[in-house]
Each structure stands twice: as structure tokens, then as C-alpha cells.
């Protein structure tokens, strides 16, 4: 299956921004959903495990949902700020207990 | 603290081989699985492979297969990467990552990416 992502969004600071990943086949149920926040020249950090839950020192500006209607995962972010300028990517497992990423949102804030 | 620690950037030649060197510490080795994911140039990130540090065995991406191996050294609690017959399109960002646990499946700690050059 794929995860779909919206490509790029762009918000001014102290909006709330909401990303979505959509899974093509299968429920989003099935297998957790993780988030990850990428910027050039820094290793990957999660900023959302198991669908919503945050890892310890993620700021609560920072929150995850599902919704089996729309088959989807969510990254909500409150509050934006400037460093939270990054590449977001969602990440999921097949069935066969191989890793998938999404595509990818470029946030501009 | 728990820290991924990886080699140093290579440049390599299209038909050649690589490997890659991936140190943890700060945890016993045996208790989590090891994954790698790499990221071109413009891409987003792509999984390779995963490995079981007890020794159990590695499972691959299925673009991979015949082409990488995950191994292990518990006397150093090192993860090696090796990528054989190189293309210019397999220049990228390779990061080794640290799953926190079976049941979920979440990447708690990376390391801090090796770049690999492949060009003649």
C-alpha cells in the first residue's frame, strides 16, 4: 500500500497546521502510525508515535489522530513556530512487517 | 545515553561495493532491532532493511534483495550495512535507526547519517 501526503503547506507562525496521511489499501487500523520530523542537516526525530502519542520532550504543540473514515492518519501542529520549518513524513508497516514512509510535506512556516 | 554512532562519508565508483559501520551504545545491543533508510538527494526517506542484533536473522526491502546485508558484531555492539554494485543512484544519506520496541514499530534514536557518493 501507499501513504499519501499532502506535498507542501504553508502557514504563518501561531497558526495551527494539520497533515494527513492516507493509506491506499488496508485500514489505517491495521498498523500504527508514526511521524517524523526531517530538516536538512539533522538526523530524523518523531514527534508522534502510535498514531498519537508523544515521544518524551515533543511539545504538546504537537498531536496525532486517526480517522477510519477518511482511512487517514493526522500530525496537527498548534502554535506554529519558525523552527518548526521541517520535511514531516508519516511511517507505517505492510503486512509483511516492512517499513513504509509516506511521500513527504515540505512546511513552510 | 543511548547513541548511533556511523562511519564516515564514502565516494565510490559505479560497480563497486560499500559498507557502512553503524556503533550503538548506551543500551544492551540484543534488545532492539536495528533498521536502515536512506534518503536521496530531493527524496524522501527509503527503508532497506532491518536487522535482529541477537542474531536471528535480517529482512530486506524487496528493491535490495541480492544487493545488501545487514550484519552484526555484539563484542563492539556494531550494525554494518553492505551495498553491493553501486549506481550513481544509490548516492544518498544512509541513516541507521533504533526501534524502539515490536509492538509498535517506532524509530526512538538515529544515527547521524553517512553520505555515500557514487560517481565515475
Known amino acids: 500500500f501507499v501513504l499519501t501526503q499532502p506535498h507542501s503547506l504553508s502557514q504563518s507562525p501561531g497558526d495551527t497546521v494539520t497533515i494527513s496521511c492516507t493509506r491506499s489499501s488496508g485500514s489505517i487500523a491495521d498498523n500504527y502510525v508514526h511521524w517524523y520530523q526531517m530538516r536538512p542537516g539533522s538526523s530524523p526525530t518523531t514527534v508522534i508515535r502510535e498514531y498519537d502519542q508523544r515521544p518524551s520532550g515533543v511539545p504538546d504543540r504537537f498531536s496525532g489522530s486517526i480517522d477510519t473514515s477518511s482511512n487517514s492518519a493526522s500530525l496537527t501542529i498548534s502554535g506554529l513556530k519558525t523552527e518548526d520549518e521541517a520535511d514531516y513524513y508519516c511511517q507505517s508497516y505492510d503486512a509483511n512487517n516492512r517499513v513504509i514512509f509516506g511521500g513527504g510535506t515540505k512546511l513552510t512556516v | 545515553q543511548v547513541q548511533l554512532m556511523q562511519s564516515e562519508a564514502e565516494v565510490q565508483k559505479p560497480g563497486a561495493s560499500v559498507r557502512l559501520s553503524c556503533k550503538t551504545s548506551?543500551?544492551?545491543?540484543?534488545?532492539?532491532?536495528i533498521h536502515w533508510v536512506r534518503q536521496a538527494p530531493g527524496q524522501g526517506p527509503e527503508w532497506m532493511g532491518i536487522?535482529?542484533?541477537?542474531?536471528?536473522?535480517?529482512d530486506y526491502a524487496r528493491k535490495f534483495l541480492g544487493r545488501v546485508t545487514l550484519t552484526t558484531d555484539s563484542s563492539t555492539a556494531t550494525v554494518y550495512l553492505d551495498l553491493a554494485s553501486l549506481t550513481p543512484d544509490d548516492t544518498a544519506l544512509y541513516y541507521c535507526?533504533?526501534?524502539?520496541?515490536?509492538?509498535?514499530?517506532?524509530?526512538?534514536?538515529w544515527g547521524q547519517g553517512t553520505q555515500v557518493s557514487v560517481s565515475s
Open positions: 535507526a533504533r526501534e524502539y520496541d515490536q509492538s509498535s514499530g517506532w524509530f526512538d534514536y
Open positions: 548506551g543500551y544492551t545491543f540484543s534488545r532492539n532491532y
Open positions: 536487522i535482529d542484533p541477537r542474531g536471528t536473522g535480517a
